[in-house]
């Protein structure tokens, strides 16, 4: 038998999925669990149809009150659906494969994050107008309702990443995965909730919008490494 | 720098504000409390552990030298 | 530094019988300073001209508040270095600081709420400094909880010391944002630490009760870490020889 | 395929220990997986094979001693390594939401590539349909599948490659571990049933372990 290195050599680099691969593969697969994309949205509706009659149809309570309300249902619907980002990939192993890609665990993570706000957070900032006109909110809040939840449930999304990424390996992480997320959802609630506040006053509120894509560019660039670490760290389990 | 009350029973009342006063120092040094003696306790029970498993051992040890017993003569 | 699990420098054996020494003295002292400054704040300082008496709470409420912030970020630079150099001793440290920090945010917000009473006549009001500090809880207990669920207890250090990490990186974020919520919503009010002038007679019992709730944290922090050490390494020859010659 | 000994080592561990929950696996294990070899890690349950693979392939870093990928050390050589790595654990890796072929394109083979693979696993007329709607078998096969795939990595290392294979299933798999290994690949695997390769070498991790008295883990103090 001639010596080894005669035959072709075995392919060297593998071609492994980059960012954009990635990220369609993962967008095809969010698409094709249609309930996954529904339930958030239902919820969101289902709420806040529940809020007039839960506090009374009265015009100006429910005027006062929408921006917040709205503002805290698209956080739960958006932690609703985190729980689903890793464990599917957990269970049937390409979590485990995604971190020995050679590239950084990290374009894996914002793939999964980005498509998870497209699938969740971006309908929610979609449909917010319908819901600010069932809640009788102020006609000057529409447009800054939509750019703060179309800005915030980025983050949320993201920072929602580690929360699912320390409990991906746990039996029942549901309420561990909300109590662990809540206090680092504060800073881009109160934010979302006082732009909004401001616009119905009248006041300016691009001082707000500009602060919570502060939150956005910062929550994009650490999240997904806290949440690739987190990850290592639960596959061990 | 002198004692800013006339009597203890002024002290205790410290003129409406006392009843606050006093709940908020007796949970604050409760609270302390229970965190000083909470190791004491982990050890005792962390003692007790091991002297179970130890005797656990020592049983499995004799029943083993016991069948062993039983085969050797054979 | 190689890349793989070399001796550890401070092998929990080592930390055992170095703090032997030191436990004595800082009982003593932070019984004395603690003591000293309870009778102090409470008898000797003036009364305050607004708040009268009950701003007397002060002398446990901020060194409390103060302990519960120094407290997380001492779990948490602890859990770093665990992550970064695998050290038991420093997870044993970081799994001690949780709930010491937890008890210590919960008598901050207790006494907060209590003081509250008398300064604005109901118990809870979202101050900043309140809220804040309920929020820190949060991640007090959202550390807690995680190293509990995690059933292998290597991971589950590492899962909490990254929430801790993740959870200090926040906290400046989480305080600004309550403080500027705050000031939207609220008309100046008193601020509940801020009594109206900080004169030496009440400074001084404030100062002595601080350096005396530092050390019954350094107390108590190095207590509950060897108590823990000897639960995770009750496997060894010198934790068994401890336990059973111990107290 | 004789191993010449001047054939290029590609993976090397000296002297590894491996601490699992506070209790040491093994320790003082050494070994050189030259390319074109094959070695099984044999031992009892628990004594650590998975430990092992999951520290060789980086994804767990308790451990001492040294893992040499060609020549340099972890974590500068890890990134190297993975480039060329295969693995299979006891999951698949094969996502339900996906096709056969979705799969395998999701790990980097072209579409060409790809059927061909899924044929020599019987899998031809399954490429279109979801994983989900196929049977534990057939997702295993489609699982295994990257090793049939034209450019398949140098590395390959798997764990228990041959649970839910039937006859046919296990000798297709030795032909082409062999292939792979005339190619000048290198695997190393860990498997309760009885594997007929060619140049196989074993490791059996109970010659490495550490005996259960009580000693002294914690280590010696360093400051006297």
Known sequence: MSSVDVQPPVSEARTSPGFVALFRIEMLLALRKRADIANPLLFFVTVLALLPLGVGPEPDLLAKMAPGMIWVMALLATMLSQESLFRGDFEDGTLEQLTLLPQPLYFAVLAKSLVHWVATGLPLALLSPLLALMLNLPVEGYLCLFISLFLGTASLSLIGAIGAALTVALRRPGLLLALIVMPLYVPVLIFGTGAVQAAIDGYAYSAQLAILAALLAAAAALAPLAAAGAIRISLDN | ?74 | MAWQWFHRLGSPRWFYQKTNVWLPWLALASVVLLSVGTVWGLGFAPEDAKQGNSYRIIFIHVPAAFLALAGYYIMAISGAIGLIWKMKLSFAVMRAAAPIGAVLTFISLFTGAVWGKPTWGTYWVWDARITSMLILLFLYIGVMALSQAVSREQVADKASALLALVGTVNIPIIYKSVDWWFTLHQPATIRLTESSSIDPSMFYPLLTMIIGFYCMYAWTLLTHTRALLLRREVRTQWAQQELAGGK | MSVTSKSPVVLQVRDLACERDGRRLFEGLDFSLPSGAAIQVKGANGAGKTTLLRTLIGSSSDFSGEILWRGNPFPEALRGMRESLLYIGHRGGVRAGLTPLENLTWYGADNESALQALDRVDLFGFEHSLCHSLSAGQNRRVALARMFLPQAPRLWVLDEPLTALDVAGVAALEKQMSAHMDKGGSILLTSHQPLALPGLDFIDLSDFVVDESFTDIGGEHVFS
């Open chain 2, 1 to 74: 720098m002198e004692f800013q009350f006339s009597s203890f029973a002024d002290f205790l009342a410290m003129d409406g504000h006392g009843i606050f006063v006093w709940i908020s120092y007796a949970v604050t040094f409760a609270a302390l409390a229970a965190m000083a003696l909470y190791p004491r306790l982990a050890r005792r029970r962390l003692q007790r552990e091991l002297q179970h498993q130890q005797r656990i051992s020592q049983r499995r040890q004799k029943v083993k030298a016991a069948r062993q017993a039983v085969k050797e003569p054979a």
